[in-house]
């Protein structure tokens, strides 16, 4: 698979700078808001997230990740048995202003499946979602309140966000998928 690097470390940091100051100029008028990271990748992202927030504003920002690998609707397709690493959520969702965070929306079914895991745990005020990356391609009628960057790609590609905590890198890539 050939692989074209799209973002850098330098970028990915401005793309995170630019989504919290979003995220704040968007909920000034609020005094707490609850970033919840999808697993693997969104919870990384959501922590440097929190950091700016709490940086650049008077908004506390609490954490959590969610693990949405059972609320999926095409588990059967991708895995024999699913790996489940658990949500942590240390706070009541009910009643909050949460940001969910992803690091690539697609055809919009991990961000459905996050926010039926979410309201399994209570009724938010209201549900945002930041993705890093939205690659187009959507399957269901969800679009995200902040984008990092739009990459259009064609179905046989595949993008790629590595993180420094998970993959020892920051970085966007975009790869083809040969057919053998």
Request: charged share 30%; glycine share 4%.
């Amino acid at each position: 698979m050939e692989e074209r690097k799209l973002v850098d470390e330098q970028t990915m940091r401005r793309m995170l700078m630019r989504l919290s100051h979003e995220i704040i100029e968007k909920n000034e008028h609020i005094d707490e808001l609850y970033l919840v990271g999808i697993k693997r990748r969104g919870y990384p992202l959501a922590q440097r997230i929190q950091a700016n927030i709490e940086q650049y504003s008077d908004i506390k920002a609490y954490l959590g990740q969610l693990d949405i690998t059972l609320y999926r609707d095409d588990l059967e397709e991708r895995f024999d048995s699913p790996q489940v690493t658990g949500s942590e959520l240390p706070f009541d969702v009910t009643a909050k202003h949460i940001i969910l965070i992803d690091d690539v929306l697609y055809t919009g079914r991990t961000a459905r499946a996050a926010m039926d895991a979410l309201i399994e745990h209570g009724r938010p005020a209201t549900i945002q979602l930041c993705v890093l990356v939205d690659r187009g391609h959507r399957e269901l009628p969800i679009s995200a309140n902040y984008v990092g960057k739009n990459i259009p790609t064609s179905r046989e590609e595949f993008v790629s966000v590595r993180v420094e905590e998970i993959d020892g890198i920051n970085e966007i890539t975009v790869s083809r998928k040969h057919n053998h």
